[in-house]
């Protein structure tokens, strides 16, 4: 099994960009996925999570209303649209897989991307 997370990069204050992480090896449509991320001398923090059948959403606070989950199943592949991107974003962001809904803690998954970087400068 294997999550590969990509689209990190550097952006400025109040910019976007749009996270992708590819699955294989697994039955896609059997797992729920979700995005977290972990910052320097910090917990890993949860930050939304999409249901297998793309029916069901949940964000956590601090990006409702900024980050958009969202799967093609067809493509097995998750994705995280970040907008209006703040410095205290920064952290390397990771995908995972759950068979449960919903696990908002990181030892609720079963698989984990290799997490992608973001840095977003003031």
């Known amino acids: 099994v294997q999550l590969q997370a990509y689209g990190g990069g550097f952006v400025q204050d109040g910019g976007s960009l749009r996270l992708s992480c590819a699955a294989s090896?697994?039955?896609?449509?059997?797992?729920?996925t979700a995005w977290f991320r972990q910052a320097p001398g910090k917990e890993r923090e949860f930050l939304a999570a999409?249901?297998?059948?793309?029916?069901?959403?949940f964000y956590a606070d601090s990006v409702k209303g900024r980050f958009t989950i969202s799967r093609d199943n067809a493509k097995n592949t998750v994705y995280l649209q970040m907008n209006s991107l703040k410095p205290e974003d920064t952290a390397v962001y990771y995908c995972?897989?759950?068979?449960?809904?919903?696990?908002?803690?990181?030892?609720?998954?079963?698989?984990w991307g290799q997490g992608t970087q973001v840095t977003v400068s003031s």
């Open positions: 999409i249901s297998w059948d793309i029916d069901i959403t």
């Open positions: 090896g697994l039955t896609f449509t059997t797992y729920h």
């Open positions: 995972a897989a759950t068979t449960k809904w919903l696990m908002r803690g990181p030892g609720g998954y079963d698989y």
